[in-house]
């Protein structure tokens, strides 16, 4: 779930940014709500559920390339895209395997998102305004890895993977807030 989040970005993406950050954490939002009501069943809607989070992170992450393009590279948004797609697709794998299976695909790619997430914050942290993507990078692999030891539990439940979304949608919405007050000191 890697984005570019800087105060010199305020100038040219910040707007763009802005309003990405508050359709993920609204999306974020429906969608913990969503796949709660599912009661951790495997069934086709919460398969859906499981397989759209990670595409809609491709689809966020494409439309944050396009506003990034001109403020530098966007390799670690097209590596965050690879890996969203490889999980989106091992989720509807394992999403026929039952929720353990699930739970494991989920925790790698929490893990492996939250490492890209994590160095591409610590490089960009003397740019300023980086605390919200190293602090969610991190507690994604904390989390992923909770995830995959969770799997192995009697009874893994699928719903807990509602409180990761919606903490980083609560990430997003720290972020756009904060990009809005760079704005207006700009």
Not at 25 to 47: C, E, Q
């Amino acid at each position: 779930m890697t984005t570019v989040d800087s105060p010199a970005a305020a100038g040219g993406i910040a707007p763009a940014l802005r309003q990405l950050y508050f359709v993920r954490f609204g999306f974020a939002i429906i969608w913990a709500a969503l796949l709660f009501t599912t009661k951790s069943d495997l069934g086709p809607l919460g398969v859906t559920l499981v397989v759209i989070y990670p595409l809609f992170d491709v689809a966020a992450a494409v439309v944050d390339a396009r506003s990034a393009r001109d403020t530098g590279s966007i390799r670690a948004l097209q590596v965050n895209m690879a890996i969203s797609l490889i999980a989106a697709v091992g989720l509807a794998v394992a999403g026929a395997s039952g929720v353990p299976a699930v739970l494991r695909v989920w925790g790698a790619w929490a893990i492996v998102s939250g490492i890209v997430q994590l160095i591409v914050g610590v490089v960009r942290r003397s740019m300023g305004g980086q605390w919200p993507m190293i602090l969610s990078g991190g507690i994604s692999v904390l989390a992923g890895g909770s995830f995959v030891m969770g799997a192995s539990a009697s009874d893994p439940k699928l719903s807990n993977v509602a409180g990761y979304a919606v903490l980083g949608g609560i990430f997003f919405l720290v972020s756009a807030l904060r990009l809005g007050r760079t704005t207006k000191v700009s």
